[in-house]
């Protein structure tokens, strides 16, 4: 029985030392990881949390913070990024109002002070033109905020289309603006409906802003390709611009050098409400054509 007894006392006191141990090294790991936290919280680094104790619940603790440490560095590059994006963009958005705002006051002072009817026309043309622009870019801000509003994907009504007989539609809709740019365009069609449900307003809106980009800065052509895999190829010959600028097409505020009173919306917009379609939307340029990928 005393032989019992001791064998008893001696396992609860190797299993007392070892929880003991056991504790110390957790403790110890825990202040690793406050020390560690705190670190790269208030630090500019990239490291990450790292233990020496191998404890697997200690070492799931420490990667969930990992993770949880990675996730907050990518939230805070995107908002240090969308800062930089939109201070630069007031700056450019306030040039493009400043603008043609300045030309409108000028010439209203002008007309003022003149007395010939043929210069008052002239004044006044140019203040029309300029007041179009003015419309342009503020519709063109508006429809942005529309889009990139996340109630806006609740607003969407998802019915089953034939997106080729969309495409027909509002391409016939630009027959105006394709007649001013002397652009004939070249429509190649699959024979079959390509049907998808998806919501009407959002691809309309889509599709408009791809053609309108076209039109405003092609040097003359314009063609679609309709694939019986939902694919669509929007292409158009576009000299002027250049790999740099084909990868930034889709980023907020971007606008080419002949992009005259454009915010540089309408691709933005376009990959917007493409995502919230989930489909996708690329851009290409060899040879100088420009082509615009949809797919959905």
């Known amino acids: 029985m005393e032989i019992f007894l001791t064998l008893l006392s001696l396992a609860i006191a190797i299993a007392l030392i070892l929880l003991t141990a056991k ?17 790269l919280i208030q ?10 104790c191998a404890d697997k619940d200690i070492s799931a603790l420490a990667c969930s913070l990992n993770a949880k440490i990675s996730e ?7 908002y240090v990024n969308g800062d930089k994006e939109l201070k630069s963009a007031i700056t450019n958005v ?28 002239k004044y006044l043309a140019i203040i029309s033109e300029r007041a179009t622009a003015l419309k342009t870019l503020s519709e063109e801000l508006f429809k942005y905020s529309v889009a990139t509003n996340t109630t806006s994907e609740k607003n969407q009504q998802f019915e089953k289309l034939d997106i080729n007989c969309l495409l027909q539609e509002t391409l016939f809709s630009f027959y105006n603006k394709f007649c ?11 024979e079959s409906a390509v049907l998808r449900i998806t919501d009407k307003n959002s691809l309309t809106r889509i599709f408009s802003n791809i053609i309108e980009n076209a039109i405003k800065y092609s040097d003359g052509d314009f063609s679609v390709n309709v694939k019986e895999n939902g694919t669509i190829s929007f292409s158009n010959t576009a ?12 980023d907020r505020f971007f606008t080419v050098e002949n992009g005259k009173y454009s915010t540089g919306l309408g691709l933005s917009i376009a990959k917007q409400l493409t995502k919230q ?19 959905i």
């Open 72 to 78: 907050l560095r990518e939230k805070e590059l995107t």
């Open 94 to 121: 306030a040039h493009d109002i400043r603008t043609p705002l300045t030309a409108i006051c000028g010439y209203t002072d002008m007309i003022k002070e003149e007395t010939s009817r043929d210069k008052i026309d």
């Open 180 to 190: 001013q740019r002397n652009i004939i365009p070249q429509i190649t069609a699959c």
């Open 239 to 250: 000299r002027n611009l250049n790999n740099v600028d084909v990868g930034k097409l889709f």
């Open 277 to 295: 379609l989930g489909g996708e939307i690329t851009a290409e340029y060899n040879g100088g054509v420009l082509t615009i990928i949809f797919k």
């Open 23 to 39: 504790i110390l090294i957790m403790k110890k790991a825990a202040k690793e990881i406050k020390e560690q936290f705190s670190k």
């Open 43 to 52: 630090g500019n680094t990239n490291a990450l949390i790292n233990i020496s």
